[in-house]
Nanobody, 122 residues
Framework: QVQLVESGGGLVQAGGSLRLSCAAS????????MGWFRQAPGKQREFVAA????????YYADSVKERFTISRENAKNTVYLQMNSLKPEDTAVYYC???????????????WGQGIQVTVSS
């Protein structure tokens, strides 16, 4: 199993940037595919980005392409989400997810962090 803890959220003005981090416990992090999801108030949780265990495959939601970048450092058991050109509609709770067998853009994702708030003001 793996435990996930997100950090780096907060309040930023539109057009600004934030970098989210997700630290994973356990010695098998490098075997897990990793993903980021978000849930805005009153909306369902949606896929944002995913990266394979090796970093060789990456997927993005259309809404964040060319603005967000997912990356990972297996030596640090950490996955990142660099968010640039943020928009008010990016406001949501962001969740980190992990799974060794995920198909990335289609799941499944069996391990989740507690989530972290990102608020983009206009």
């Amino acid at each position: 199993q793996v435990q996930l803890v997100e950090s780096g959220g907060g309040l930023v003005q539109a057009g600004g940037s934030l970098r989210l981090s997700c630290a994973a416990s356990g010695r098998t992090f490098s075997t897990y595919h990793m993903g980021w999801f978000r849930q805005a108030p009153g909306k369902q949780r949606e896929f944002v980005a995913a990266i394979s265990w090796s970093g060789g495959s990456i997927y993005y939601a259309d809404s964040v392409k060319e603005r967000f970048t997912i990356s990972r450092e297996n030596a640090k058991n950490t996955v990142y989400l660099q968010m640039n050109s943020l928009k008010p509609e990016d406001t949501a709770v962001y969740y980190c997810a992990a799974d060794p067998y995920s198909e990335l853009h289609s799941g499944p994702w069996n391990y989740w962090g507690q989530g972290i708030q990102v608020t983009v003001s206009s």
